[in-house]
């Protein structure tokens, strides 16, 4: 069952008077397991917490949404400081800047958000930012206020490339709600494909607004987070159930709610398997002989929702016991969250293991494995890999090393091509990779990799699993 976090909704509002029970209990039967209900006014930011005091699965927000920034006064600020005490407050919102409708006076609204910014670090919560045409001061303001880190999440967001991009650099976290689906959300659709890190990524509804495609017009409600939910794994090319967790651990790491893993790490325990679409990752070792520059190890413990920082490099018995029986995936692989082939004999192992129940397996190397051990190792890969993808990254020694600073210096480039001919002659299937980022001319790339070596290329976009 998926668990889902609606984090941004308003089930206060009027709209949803005749049947909220009915609504909430939909949503938990879609899986929306959690549902932050967000406030837009003070009358709003009690009934908020009045919804999260009566529903176990509502957690609340308060905050003034910026229609209303001129109703921000004193008295205002010191109810929703006593409303924030409240265990089940989990953010400060929806607070920002609305150009469009322009219902406060621009500076109000200025002012407003700044005093919200300043609540959100007096309370230690994250805000939940609107933003409507406003994007200039928006970033100002924020650049400004958050001298001190702030943490939060800009909603509902608009198909805007270089807004992202902003907002992304502060480490602020983005929401997209059903209006994905919308048969004219061209824009949208492909800059989330394109360029949001699902990392980031949260899911909303702001129901009762924004129903998805085939309901508009009509009243959203938190059970229509399958929609947005769906189209996302469509557009990042990964299941519903990937969605689902990422989602949930990034809504746990921002307000604290759920437990919200994956199925083998509810704890917070890292895993040595973990299953994304249908191929199942094995995680043997954090080490590496390469130091890149984009490498995730040094950006997260998680990857997908999953915690892959080893406490303990797991022996090749944990790892066929912890695979089980692998044709229930397409693939099983060795993943790149450090080098494989620096425990080739745990490698060869397993593969072998899993290889006589049937398996198809992946290696992702960096392609070092000669240089780590001082001899030509594809022979003994040959007949248990079908399938390679070395990461390259680069059209030379230069850009290598400045990419990917490996531990065996200059020459390590050359020795990765070499590497690369060999799998070509032994193994079934080889791929190169290049991840796609400033400084690597990914069409040169192509010709070397398809010209020179001879083996098919993948670009890789910096922050999509392979
Ligand atoms: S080769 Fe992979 S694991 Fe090693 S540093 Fe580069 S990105 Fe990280
Ligand atoms: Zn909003
Ligand atoms: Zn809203």
Redesign the pocket.
Known sequence: MTRLVDTHCHLDFADFDIDREDVIKRASEAGVKYIINVASSIEGSRKSVGLADKYDPIYASVGIHPHDAKEANDSAFSELKELAKNKKVVAIGEVGLDYYRNLSPRDTQQETFRKFIALAKETRLPLIIHCREAKEDLLRILKEETASPVNGVVHCFPSDKELLKAVLDMGLYVSFTCNITFKNALGLRQMVKDYMPIDKLLLETDAPFLAPEGFRGKRNEPSYLTYLTEELARLKGITVEDIARVTSWNSKKLFAIGEAVGPDDTSGNSAIVYPIRKSLYINIT?R?????V?????ATDYVMGYNLRLEEEPTAKEVIDAVGDPSRYDEIVFC????PTLRLDCVIEVAKALKAKGAKIRL???GHGNLIHKRPIVGDLAGLIDRVSV?L?ATSSETYNRI??PSFGPRTFDEIKKFIIECREKLPEVEVTC?EMEGVDIKECERLVTGELKVKFRPRRYNVVG
């Open positions: 954090n590496c002989t390469d130091d890149c984009f490498c995730v190890r040094n790149g969250y450090g080098e992702t190397t960096n990461s990254n990917c600073r991840v």
